[in-house]
């Protein structure tokens, strides 16, 4: 036989909200789920996103691709650089070219030796993907670097840079560090 009190108990105890108390309390197992532990390569880095594109545009498997670093010609010229040949003002389209069939270059940062260049804006297709300072510090006479956010600029897009200077220059060194990912053999062979 069940004491009444109990029922008292358990009537003030629900009416407080507090029934739970008296409920049995169920446990489930934690069971992993195998078929999520199996998951795809997901690229973080520009290098990983620009090789992953590389595969899948060109369909060549990971150990037919090269990559290097960007040099001059990933951008349709000859050396580092640049004709700025207007002050205060954009020069636009120091560079402006496609980026050639089976290339994928990735653009991580700037080094910079010159005095007249200020300010880089950088196009990929119809967008402008980055936009930032390189001004000369005066007294600094060696070459700065600047890290960027990474900009992945994929085969056959058009990619166009601006250069902002204070001063005509036809020898300043505007130089693009990053990789570019291509098929082995177009540029380095095995």
Not at 85 to 112: K, P
Not at 122 to 139: C, D, E, L, P, Y
């Amino acid at each position: 036989m069940v004491d009444k009190n109990v029922y008292v108990v358990a009537a003030i105890l629900g009416a407080l909200g507090l029934a739970f108390l008296f409920k049995k309390k169920v446990t489930t197992p934690i069971v992993p789920d195998v078929t999520a532990a199996v998951s795809e390569f997901i690229p973080t880095t520009c290098q990983e996103r620009a090789i992953q594109l590389a595969i899948q545009q060109t369909g060549l498997p990971r150990e037919q691709l090269v990559v290097r670093s960007l040099i001059p010609s990933d951008f349709g010229l000859t050396t580092w650089s640049l004709n700025l040949s207007s002050a205060n003002a954009w020069n636009s389209g120091v560079i402006n070219t496609n980026i050639a069939d089976n290339r994928f270059c990735c653009i991580t940062g700037i080094s910079y030796a010159g005095t007249a260049a200020e300010q880089v804006r950088i196009r990929v297709g119809s967008s402008t993907v980055a936009q930032f300072s390189i001004q000369h510090v005066t007294g600094i006479t060696t070459t700065h670097h600047i890290d960027i956010t990474p900009i992945l600029a994929q085969q056959n897009l058009p990619i166009q840079t601006d250069i902002y200077a204070s001063a005509i220059s036809a020898t300043d060194e505007v130089i693009f560090e990053g990789i570019t990912v291509e098929p082995v053999g177009l540029l380095i062979s095995p």
